[in-house]
């Protein structure tokens, strides 16, 4: 067993990076980008819907790929950081996009980047803890997770009100940087 199974410090990392993925999965994915897209540039919401098809694509077409090699390699957690920063600049950059096809170019990166991070993500659980333990970690991370989306709706929506949808864009992505990583 390696010195870092069971350390409680790495059971909350753990659990904080679900917490942090809930800030864009929420805010991004499934509340403020949508409908900054479908309502404040009154696009159709039929693109918004291909660019999240067509990352979500690459990402079934790339995983089994970058997974072998992530094997080989031994470098999970290179890829969980690198697609997680890739994830979190574009989320960020979204800020400051006004082009509705810039701004859905940037969202499939970060669409990608995320469910990207996130097999590799669940590959390093067993580096965590022993086989018995893998549910009640899993656990933690979903309660955290679940706390995120909480927290995430509760934060952002008094800066909706006040500012936008976009108003959210930078912050997310920020607070994805501050619980992932």
């Avoid at 409680?8 to 991004?28: K, R």
């Avoid at 970060?110 to 009640?136: P, R, T, W």
């Amino acid at each position: 067993m390696d010195s870092g199974k069971h350390s409680l410090f790495f059971i909350l990392a753990w659990g904080l990076y679900d917490l942090a993925n809930q800030f864009f999965a929420l805010n991004i994915v499934s509340l403020y980008f949508v409908r900054w897209v479908t309502i404040e540039k009154q696009t159709e919401e039929i693109f918004y819907s291909l660019a999240f098809g067509a990352s979500t694509l690459l990402v079934a077409m790339t995983a089994p790929i970058l997974g072998a090699i992530s094997d080989i390699t031994r470098r999970r957690r290179f890829f969980l950081v690198t697609f997680t920063l890739l994830s979190i600049l574009s989320t960020m950059s979204l800020a400051w996009v006004e082009n509705v096809g810039t701004a859905l170019l940037l969202f499939a990166i970060a669409n990608f980047g995320c469910q990207s991070a996130v097999v590799f993500y669940n590959a390093l659980m067993l580096n965590l803890v022993d086989k018995q333990k893998v549910g009640f970690v899993s656990g933690i991370g979903k309660m955290l997770g679940y706390c995120g989306a909480i927290i995430g709706l509760h934060l952002f929506k008094p800066l909706v009100l006040k500012s936008g949808y976009k108003a959210t864009f930078f912050p997310t992505g920020l607070f994805f940087l501050i619980f992932s990583l």
